[in-house]
């Protein structure tokens, strides 16, 4: 019973995580611009990469570290599920870049408002770097 009450309050927790992430300003849109490439006209759209990053704090047991991984993917699919991130994951690698993220979001301080809500990155297991990047919007991966 301890432990179902404590999972649920990490949810909780982690909700209202995202809902104080997301004070910001929502009239802003993202920055475009029209771009012409091979006689076609597509709209550029500035987005942002947060990389996630080991962080300074990894001494978590085994049993936090699982915790806060859920409570991390929580996260970041309520944000994808928003539309807020359009693309997400981990490198596989195992070095010092743990993952990334890209951001429709209209500003970078918007993005690492929202990155840094990350449980995770709470926690000092992640952290984050921020870059903008340029892409034409509606691009996929195949």
Sequence with gaps: MKTLLFTIGLILAAAVTVSEARQTDSTAVPETFIYEWAGEEMTMQKYFI??????????????????????????????????????????????????FSVYSTATIEEAENLASGDPMVKAGRLEVEVKPWWLAKGSVVN
Excluded: C, M, W
């Design 50 to 99: 947060v990389f996630l990053k080991s962080g300074p704090e990894r001494s978590q047991n085994a049993e936090e570290a699982a915790q806060l991984q859920q409570q991390h993917l929580q996260y970041l699919g309520n944000l994808y599920e928003e539309g807020l991130i359009v693309l997400n994951g981990p490198t596989g690698d195992g070095g010092d870049i743990r993952g």
